[in-house]
């Protein structure tokens, strides 16, 4: 079914029938490391000419436990982000948490994003409507996709309809998520476009204890099945060195696998558009 196009920057946009690749690290480690694994990424976009947007946190205050590592914080993380921008004339994705974050967040950043436990969240959701910026929405894992009917109304009643819906999977018992592909082809249905997350609807929250666990050699597997039914994007966190990644260890693709995961998924996408998929 055909769906609204939301215009971001640098010629990418979802909705427009081109598969957006979303795709970076959990969190901001370092400059240095947002800098190069960005490089690296924009690199691979380019030789395989897609549309990628670069995403980092600059703060998870989702975290399990009150050790976790959260990141470098507002100031200090947008102005890495800023910088990756600049440097590889790339869009960038960020995550707010609070009202007040909104505004700064989208000075820098070209689509905002809800973190899934705050879709319901209506002052934080209707601040990121008024930025005017792209407004990705991650569903709650406790919300049925019907539901982002009501998430969009609120983001729409600010005038902004640069609207985008993410599924990360639903909670399935204590500790586990399920990635139900009916989710997507409802919140489709809607009339926004749609993107999977790959990585976290793999994960298991609180699984370790005091972190979430997860097994991301599914993720492959999920996004490949995302694509097949029909989505306009795929979100992918992303690492170097998975096992020593700061937040989201346990899911994160190896960058050494992205090229070949993104050359599948192009060629499922090609293959489902014209006989009659969701896009």
Not at 69 to 75: K, N, V, Y
Not at 85 to 98: G, K
Not at 125 to 142: D, I, L, P, S
């Amino acid at each position: 079914m055909k769906v609204r196009k939301v215009e971001v920057d640098k010629g990418v946009a979802f909705g427009g029938g081109r598969l957006v690749f979303i795709a970076g690290p959990c969190v901001i480690e370092s400059r240095a490391m947002a800098l190069d694994l960005a490089r690296r990424l924009v690199e691979t976009a380019s030789r395989l000419g897609v549309d990628f947007i670069f995403k980092a946190s600059f703060d998870k205050a989702n975290r399990t436990s009150i050790d976790s590592f959260r990141g470098p914080g507002i100031d200090k993380g947008l102005d890495i982000l800023a910088e990756v921008r600049a440097t590889f004339d790339v869009p960038v994705l960020t995550d707010v948490h609070e009202p007040w974050q909104c505004a700064r967040a989208a000075a820098v950043c070209d689509v905002i994003q809800i973190p899934a436990f705050l879709a319901r969240q209506t002052d934080l959701v209707v601040a990121a409507g008024e930025t005017g910026a792209v407004v990705n929405v991650k569903k709650g894992q406790f919300m049925a996709p019907e539901d982002m009917a009501n998430v969009a109304a609120k983001i729409a009643s600010t005038g902004n309809r640069r609207i985008v819906f993410c599924e990360r999977g639903a909670s399935f018992g204590y500790r586990n998520l399920v990635a139900d592909m009916r989710s997507l082809v409802i919140m489709r249905e809607l009339g926004y476009p749609v993107v999977f997350d790959a990585t976290h609807s793999v994960q298991r929250p609180g699984g370790l204890g005091k972190g979430s666990g997860g097994d991301g050699r599914f993720a492959p597997a999920l996004a490949r099945a995302a694509v097949a039914t029909g989505v306009d994007g795929v979100f992918m966190e992303t690492h170097v060195n998975p096992r020593r990644a700061l937040s989201d260890a346990a899911n994160a693709i190896a960058f050494r696998d992205v090229e070949a995961l993104w050359k599948s998924l192009l060629a499922i996408d090609a293959a489902a558009s014209p006989s009659g998929g969701a896009r």
